[in-house]
């Protein structure tokens, strides 16, 4: 009985660790969009943002993000850096949103703001790398998010 289990316990295993590599791997597939932005609190120094960003998992297994390490731009001038998606699965062949909540302060969106107004529009995007975490270490790949013309 005990050699059945020490036949049997190698396979097992390697068979739940290839699950993970799959789901892990099934991120590169997956794509990435806005859902929305929003801004709101604004004070004299400040305003909140929230946006939502929607991944579409077209795998047949599902996709782990277990990072998601991003800059925002607005009329391609970096405004602020950050990162979100910690452990976020995405299920087979659907999509899931997730948010990230941010407090910008005046003083930094500066020459964005100021070309905004200029041009009367701000188009927006992300540029991003999504992370899957392996037995070697981290491995990252690009990802860009535009805004919806």
Do not use: W
Not at 110 to 129: C, F, M, N, P, V
Request: some cysteine; proline content about 4%; hydrophobic content about 40%.
């Amino acid at each position: 009985m005990m050699r059945k289990i020490i036949l049997i316990l190698p396979g097992l295993l390697f068979f739940i660790s290839c699950s993970a590599v799959k789901e892990r791997l099934a991120i590169r597939q997956c794509k990435f969009f806005f859902v929305s932005v929003k801004p709101y609190n604004f004070t004299y120094h400040n305003f909140s943002l929230d946006f939502t960003l929607k991944g579409e998992n077209p795998n047949r297994v599902d996709a782990v993000l277990d990072r998601f390490t991003y800059t925002f731009f607005i009329n391609e001038t970096a405004i602020f850096s950050g990162k979100t998606g910690e452990g976020l699965r995405i299920p087979a062949n659907k999509s899931k949103n997730f948010k990230t909540t941010l407090v910008l302060e005046y003083n930094k969106l500066g020459d964005a703001l100021i070309e905004a107004i200029r041009l009367k529009k701000a188009d927006y995007k992300i540029k991003a790398r999504v992370y899957i975490k392996t037995i070697l270490g981290d491995i990252g790949y690009p990802v860009e998010i535009k805004n919806p013309q």
